[in-house]
């Protein structure tokens, strides 16, 4: 049975790792984790995003799918972990890291399984082969950089899905070809980031020094959402909602609370169709390391090393 894919997806890197530029309550316990599965379960979600490289996630996923009784009404995401540059032997890892993801999810067939990056999909053969064995049920690719290669990617490539990111500041992907090559070819559009892993629901004054390049527009941000009487995290969510071509939205919590929120801004639904035009509207130049959280570890570094180095010349 083919489980639809909800227009929700409750992603769970939370669970495996305290992760997010915002997270202030670290990983989930067990109990909690299974609270919120069950209750995004009850509000309609029936698709869950997870990866190898998220910790103990997938583990734990497990768990709460075995003690739920819900192995047979979710449908999961997971990833490929990304593959070395040098890798001589990219198909036995990857057989390596299908079969560990089937036993840590206590699934025979992996519903959706993507490469956890845009330059491995030259394995796709692989995956490819995997789904022709029954061990894999559809396949993709989680991309990041380049809205155009994206697009050339769906158009080019017999794939089931593809993970990008989009929300607010960051709608490179939105730019391209690729919502209406995807719908030409039936390719699945997971959008994650939602919230730029937290961003858009920090206090102004809680923004990283290292990313003050995007203080600007998130500040303009947050005036249009005041004016509307919103919250910048309820606008940022809302306003994805109404985003043609997207199949499903990514969205972690760490928190049962959190958990509520989403489902209940999910039932309001997309924005005004005034305001979504006006948000529509608004346009920055802001450079690719402060929107990707990939880059945020060397922003930071390179951050720090000038703080220091201003502060011996000063003493």
């Known amino acids: 049975m083919t ?21 202030r309550s670290g990983q989930p316990p067990f109990d909690v984790a299974r609270a919120i599965v069950r209750m995004a379960f009850e509000g309609g ?10 910790g103990t996630s997938e583990e734990i996923l497990g768990r709460l799918l075995a003690d739920l009784g819900l192995r047979e009404k979710l ?13 001589d032997n990219a198909e036995r890892v990857i057989r390596q ?27 796709l ?16 690719v989680s991309c990041d950089h380049d809205g155009d290669a994206t697009a050339k990617l769906v158009a080019t490539e017999s794939i089931d899905a593809v993970q990008i990111p989009v929300n607010l500041l960051d709608r490179r992907h939105l ?18 980031s939602a919230y730029l892993q937290g961003l858009l629901t920090m206090d102004d004054a809680a923004l990283p ?17 005041e004016q509307a009487g919103l919250s910048l995290p309820d606008m940022a969510f809302r306003w994805l909602l109404g985003v043609n071509g997207l199949t499903s939205i990514v969205v972690g919590v760490e ?21 979504q035009a006006e948000l529509d509207g608004l346009e920055w130049e802001l450079p690719f390391e402060a929107i990707s959280p990939r880059c945020w570890p060397a922003l930071e570094a390179a951050w720090r090393a000038g703080n220091n180095s201003r502060t011996h010349v000063a003493s």
């Not at 489980?3 to 997270?23: C, D, E, M």
């Open 97 to 123: 890291s299908v079969e560990q993801s089937c036993h840590r999810l206590g699934l025979e067939t992996l519903p959706f399984v993507l490469f956890h990056q845009e330059s491995d999909a030259v394995h």
């Open 255 to 275: 928190t049962v609370e959190q958990m509520a929120d989403n489902l209940a801004l999910w039932r309001q639904g997309p924005l005004p169709v005034d305001l």
């Open 209 to 225: 020094p290292w990313l003050a390049a995007i203080r600007p527009a998130r500040k303009q941000l947050g005036v249009v959402a």
């Open 45 to 54: 979600i029936t698709t869950l995003d997870t990866a190898a490289a998220y």
């Open 75 to 87: 449908c999961v995401v997971t990833k490929v972990p990304a593959l070395p540059k040098s890798t």
């Open 125 to 140: 053969p692989v995956l490819h082969e995997l789904k022709r064995e029954g061990k894999i049920a559809a396949i993709g």
């Open 3 to 23: 489980i639809p894919i909800s227009r929700l997806t409750l992603g769970t890197v939370q669970f495996g790792l305290p992760y997010g530029v915002a997270n």
């Open 175 to 192: 730019r391209s070809e690729l919502r209406s090559a995807a719908a030409a070819r039936n390719v699945s559009l997971f959008a994650r």
